[in-house]
């Protein structure tokens, strides 16, 4: 069973342009929202993460976008870059103790110039 | 941030041998590491969870007697692939927490790209 569903599978934006990669979950006790960036051949990279007591993050270009209700969250990256062409991921976790985290599927993005 | 290091970033063998990465916590101190296989163009999948002192906790349909985890410091967890076979090559990605943050963020090693002829 997916816990956590993403969209899209991939992605292609001009330079400059807004990248929006949607994420939803069912489970309801999860409790931490993290985006990882994974360029190939390499290790994930932790890219920004957030807290179901907020909605929104930003962390430069980057914002997550958290809808508890809806039990959905988005990440926006904007002015989008050649650079940011990497794999993304979205993941939940639960709170409290050693807790492991779930990956979603993964968008591929592409920034063309 | 905290770092983690995965050795070796590859490795090939040959079907039958057994293959050991380590995943080591360089700067800070994790009770718990997490184990990720993935196959190309998908997402990580959990393996197992490798606590210090105590056996690993293996996610459905995870060999353990092929996937030999071990943790015996608070810096160090090993996975031994057993008589790895070509269907084992992947890439292999190991995690931590710091422990005094259990429920922060999470650092992932560079991956180990294991190909079995």
């Known amino acids: 069973q997916q816990q956590v569903k993403q969209s899209p599978q991939s992605l292609i934006v001009q330079k400059g342009g807004i990248s929006i990669i949607n994420c939803a979950y069912e489970n309801t006790a999860f409790d931490y929202f993290p985006w990882y960036q994974q360029f190939p051949g390499k290790g994930p990279a932790l890219l920004i993460a957030i807290r179901p007591d907020v909605s929104e993050k930003k962390e430069g270009r980057f914002t997550i976008s958290f809808n508890k209700s809806a039990k959905q969250f988005s990440l926006h990256i904007m002015d989008s870059q050649p650079g940011d062409s990497a794999t993304y991921f979205c993941a939940a976790s639960k709170a409290g103790g050693y807790q492991k985290v779930t990956f979603g599927t993964g968008t591929k993005l592409q920034v063309i110039p | 941030g905290a770092v983690v290091s995965q050795h070796p970033s590859w490795v090939i063998c040959k079907s039958g041998t057994s293959v050991k990465i380590e995943c080591r916590s360089l700067?800070?101190?994790?009770?718990?590491m997490f184990w990720y296989r993935q196959f190309p163009k998908q997402s990580l999948m959990l393996m197992a969870t490798?606590?210090?002192?105590?056996?690993?906790?293996?996610e459905q349909g995870v060999e353990k007697d092929k996937f030999l985890i071990n943790h015996a410091s608070l810096t160090l967890s090993t996975l031994t692939v057993t008589s790895a076979h070509p269907e084992d090559s992947s890439f292999y990605i190991c995690?931590?927490?710091?422990?005094?943050?259990?429920?922060?963020?999470?650092?992932f090693g560079e991956g180990s790209r294991l190909t079995v002829l």
């Open positions: 995690s931590a927490r710091p422990y005094r943050e259990p429920g922060g963020e999470l650092f």
């Open positions: 490798s606590n210090e002192g105590s056996k690993a906790t293996y």
């Open positions: 700067d800070f101190q994790a009770t718990t």
